[in-house]
């Protein structure tokens, strides 16, 4: 299974960004999916998680700002980024909980390759 991320880049304060991440492989079923960032220096955090069912979650500080979304369809999850600040500038990954077609089944954690977000000020 393999998670391509895309839609970083530089984007100034006040501005928009949407990042996708897509899923492919021998999927089964895919539960939770999520964005996590890890800015300089600092440890990989949740930013928002959506459940297959479409439920989410954000941290607060991206709360009324970023809205996390999913397409089962196409194993595609989405972190739109509304009005960004020079704080959410990190590398974003998406990660996502994967059943793979095997026999017995077996699920873990994946994880995509990163894209990076800059706000300049």
């Known amino acids: 299974v393999q998670l391509q991320a895309s839609g970083g880049g530089l984007v100034q304060a006040g501005g928009s960004l949407r990042l996708s991440c897509a899923a492919s492989?021998?999927?089964?079923?895919?539960?939770?999916m999520g964005w996590y960032r890890q800015a300089p220096g600092k440890q990989r955090d949740m930013v928002a998680v959506v459940t297959r069912g479409g439920n989410t979650n954000y941290v607060d500080s991206v709360k009324g700002r970023f809205t996390i979304s999913r397409d089962n369809a196409k194993n595609t999850v989405y972190l739109q980024m509304n009005s960004v600040k020079p704080e959410d500038t990190a590398v974003y990954y998406c990660?996502?909980?994967?059943?793979?077609?095997?026999?017995?089944?077996?699920?873990?954690?994946?994880w995509g390759q990163g894209t990076l977000v800059t706000v300049s000020s």
């Open positions: 492989g021998s999927i089964f079923s895919i539960n939770d």
């Open positions: 990660n996502a909980i994967v059943t793979t077609l095997q026999v017995p089944l077996a699920t873990r954690n994946y």
